[in-house]
């Protein structure tokens, strides 16, 4: 399946996105958001099986992060996000002659937030949410931000202590280039404040829950983030979501448990089809 890559500029920031075109004729669209330490290239095992649904996928890096543009200044509130990513799927209805199409919205971790603002900005554009692991209200350890800052620069720039946090997330060992593929990032000018302050937008959780959307949760049994409370703000959020638990996953299930992840999207959007 293959992939373009793509840029579209927004208030002088550079996003970087790719467009997966399904090989069978095109029935759905969907959106695939990653966390900060996903990037595009990290929902690769879920291709294969969109591209059989008929699914034109879309994956884009957030603003600051992967391949996006790094300003210290990137936005990282989930309003101005939303307004950023319907810019995106806008322009790709366009290029695809077809304008104003339902959008199933696929997001992992604290970019669930953000998918949340897209459907409550235009609930008539979103066929269903589909939420991986969300993360509405992230428990910070209370540190200053130097100390902070300090904790980034010595987790990042050290392969293995790099390896050791995320691992510890995922539950699992991950190979080295998907590991590079998170890190790498990570290390650019203005990368360190980008990822502060998302840390401290992500510890709000929003006030705007679900809607009348179609929604699916999709949680890790052995996921560190799923805290108390952060679960309890996702019940307040998705009060009537269709929940499921995978009991042996961590926090990056489109790496260690694809297959689950591709079975339940199978479902989802046939049955919402």
Request: with cysteine; proline share 7%.
């Amino acid at each position: 399946m293959a992939e373009e890559s793509q840029f579209l500029t927004f208030m002088g920031l550079r996003v970087h996105f790719a467009v997966a075109r399904p090989e069978t004729p095109l029935k759905n669209r969907v959106l695939l958001l990653g966390s900060p330490l996903v990037t595009t290239f990290h929902w690769r095992k879920l291709l294969p099986e969109l591209s059989q649904l008929g699914c034109l996928t879309v994956m884009v890096d957030l603003p600051g992060f992967g391949l996006s543009d790094c300003f210290e200044a990137a936005p990282q509130d989930h309003d101005l996000r939303a307004s950023i990513l319907w810019g995106i799927l806008d322009y790709v209805d366009r290029e695809s002659g077809a304008p104003m199409s339902l959008w199933h919205l696929v997001a992992h971790g604290s970019a669930c937030a953000t998918i949340l603002r897209m459907a409550n900005q235009y609930p008539d554009s979103a066929k269903s949410l589909v939420h991986l692991c969300p993360t509405f209200a992230l428990d910070l350890p209370k540190r200053s931000r130097e100390a902070m800052s300090r904790l980034y620069d010595a987790t990042v720039r050290s392969e293995a202590r790099f390896r050791a946090q995320i691992e510890r997330f995922a539950g699992y060992p991950l190979a080295d280039y998907v590991l590079d593929r998170m890190r790498r990032p990570l290390l650019r000018p203005g990368a360190r404040e980008n990822f502060l302050r998302m840390l401290r937008r992500a510890a709000i959780p929003p006030e705007e829950g679900m809607g009348f959307c179609p929604t699916m949760a999709l949680w890790g049994g052995r996921d560190p983030l799923a805290s108390e409370r952060a679960n309890a703000e996702a019940r307040r959020l998705l009060p009537d979501a269709e929940t499921h638990a995978l009991k042996s996953a961590g926090h990056f299930p489109m790496e260690t448990h694809s297959r689950a992840i591709r079975d339940y999207l199978r479902g989802w959007i046939r049955y919402n089809d």
